[in-house]
């Protein structure tokens, strides 16, 4: 009896993704091309399709690394990683910590990846209203206790190279800048305003505040732990402009609104 | 082509594949096409530019969606998850129709991201038909499945892609979408005459027609749509006009993209070539 359909998808697709598995016996051959070449069209469209789309999304750790370093390691995690995901969009997400494992002299490649996939979920990721003076006005004395949270589009990275202006260098068509070790770690926020995704650095203060917003803190709550922390007056100084910031970026959501959303 | 009734809604007119490159050229002014067609994937994502920008112009444009992951051929259950959200765009952009390809794009959770040939037997018509009734009765409409480009021939195929397509169509009763350099490009890859293919179909299931270019590679032809339709397929497209009559035609565009007035003159001879093709015979 012939090989059922499953059996046949299967043996087909595993020589498609590994050059070891064999399915010449499922094919036609012929004198022209034959089934060896035949086959070989499609293992060489899956590892280009594949390979092409991690180049897209690590656009800058393309450019930095250059065609031939970039291909050699987008080949490995191909191979390393099979694709399961049914939208090309989200190949790649482990390309970061694959970086991390193979290259940990070169902390800055992962970096760099990382950055090129959070700036890919900003550009796509949900749509939601940021809170601006107006929703702020209109939520009158319940602003304060009201559990905040931050854009769909944010995440919060944590730099120990100074892998921000490698990017921003390499986003201006720039040489980069000799890769450098921070001398103390930085936080990166990572956001979308209007449609343009965007990154800046942040002092130590305005992340550790992210982060508690993130978890759903209130704006009297992050008041409560900065004052803790500095003088009252620096403190509502510095929360002040914080806010002005983050109204003007979009970074900040109302807490139900985002659970609204997921 | 069997001269059968005609299931397919009277054509639209010529549209074009929307590709984000020619975003500004669609939201700045109107342009001569009267129908886009977007690749359903890249608007299965949660928000951000890609979906402002397509509820944007589907304002001005009727939109098909044309689909690349639906896999309709995997011998597994359909994906849920990705038949819901195909459901929730549908809903979203309210399009003309809706397509998607004669192929499998992975199995067991592992996916090519390609359009994968099948075999041409009874069991995988079987596998074909079922799954393109539950996709229809899912979405609530007809589907449109299109001839796909391939380069291998499984040995436990026993009939012609054409012979399969039509037994599909009717039997799950959906409609076609013809790619017509798909059919050049397996001609060559397989040896059989495209005239025999077109003469194979159902000409009232054809709902749309795909023009695009390929690469010849001599011994064999790749379907990369990074080039202008060539003379073969523009001879094939006239014929295919002559046989099914007026057909919702566009130009597919993936790769090397050119600036949109190139598409658009491209898409002014599949017009000039349809309207010739349908004109009655001596006058
Ligand atoms: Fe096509």
């Not at chain 1, 070891?20 to 094919?27: F, G, N, P, R, V």
């Not at chain 1, 769909?152 to 070790?181: I, K, Q, Y």
């Not at chain 1, 003007?248 to 959303?261: C, E, K, N, S, Y």
Request: charged share 20%; with cysteine.
């Amino acid at each position: 009896m012939a090989d059922a359909l499953y059996a046949i998808q299967q043996r087909f697709l595993a020589a498609i993704m590994g050059e070891d598995a064999d399915a010449e016996a499922l094919i036609v051959d012929d004198a022209r091309v034959g089934a060896a070449r035949r086959i070989g069209i499609y293992r060489n469209n899956y590892r280009a399709s594949l390979t092409g789309v991690l180049a897209d999304h690590f656009e800058r750790l393309h450019a930095y690394l250059g065609d031939a370093q970039f291909g050699h390691i987008a080949d490995a995690y191909v191979k390393a990683h099979p694709s399961t995901t049914r939208n090309l969009r989200y190949y790649g997400a482990a390309l970061p910590g694959f970086i991390a494992h193979h290259f940990p002299e070169d902390g800055e490649l992962a970096e760099l990846a990382r950055l090129d996939w959070a700036l890919r979920h900003a550009f796509d990721a949900l749509d939601a209203s940021p809170l601006d003076a107006g929703a702020i006005g209109m939520l009158g004395e319940q602003w304060v206790g009201a559990s905040l949270a931050l854009h769909p589009s944010a995440r919060l990275l944590t730099m120990h190279h100074n892998s921000a202006a490698l990017w921003s260098a390499l986003d201006a068509g720039e040489a980069p800048p000799a890769v450098a070790v921070l001398a103390a770690p930085v936080d990166v926020l990572v956001w979308r305003s209007g449609l343009q995704p965007h990154f800046r650095s942040l002092a130590a203060v305005e992340a550790a505040t992210l982060v508690r917003i993130g978890r759903g803190a209130s704006f009297a709550d992050i008041s409560a732990h900065l004052v803790n922390e500095v003088e009252e007056a620096t403190a509502m100084e510095t929360l002040a402009a914080l806010l002005a910031r983050w109204l003007a970026d979009g970074v900040l959501i109302l807490a139900d609104q985002a659970a609204a959303v997921t | 082509m069997p001269q059968d009734q005609r299931i397919a809604i009277p054509s639209p007119g010529f549209g074009l594949g929307l590709r984000p490159v020619h975003y500004p050229d669609f939201l700045a002014r109107p342009q001569p096409v009267e129908w886009l067609e977007i690749i359903s994937e890249n608007y299965m994502v949660p928000g951000g530019r890609p979906m402002a920008t397509l509820d944007r112009i589907r304002a001005d444009y009727p939109i098909v969606m044309h689909g690349v992951s639906l896999s309709i051929g995997s011998d597994e259950p359909l994906d849920r998850t990705y038949l819901s959200a195909l459901k929730a765009l549908a809903d979203r952009v309210d399009p003309l129709w809706i397509s998607d390809h004669l192929c499998w794009t992975g199995i067991n959770a592992h996916n090519s991201h390609d359009l994968l040939p099948l075999p041409y037997d009874a069991p995988t018509l079987q596998c074909v038909v079922d799954n393109i009734g539950r996709v229809q009765d899912y979405l609530g409409r007809r589907i449109l499945i299109e001839n796909p480009s391939s380069y291998v021939s499984f040995r436990a195929s026993d009939r012609s892609e054409w012979d399969f397509l039509a037994e599909m169509a009717e039997r799950a009763d959906c409609l076609l979408l013809l790619d017509v350099n798909n059919i050049y490009v397996s001609a060559r890859n397989h040896g059989f005459d495209p005239l025999d293919y077109l003469s194979g179909l159902p000409a009232g299931r054809i709902q749309q027609i795909h023009l695009a270019g390929h690469s010849d590679m001599g011994d064999y032809v790749i379907d990369t749509h990074d080039a202008a339709v060539c003379d073969a397929v523009w001879d094939l497209y006239a014929r295919a006009i002559a046989m099914v009559g007026p057909v919702a035609t566009m130009i597919e565009r993936d790769d090397d993209i050119p600036p949109l007035a190139a598409l658009l003159s491209e898409l002014e001879r599949a017009r000039k070539l349809a309207q010739a093709a349908l004109e009655p015979v001596g006058g």
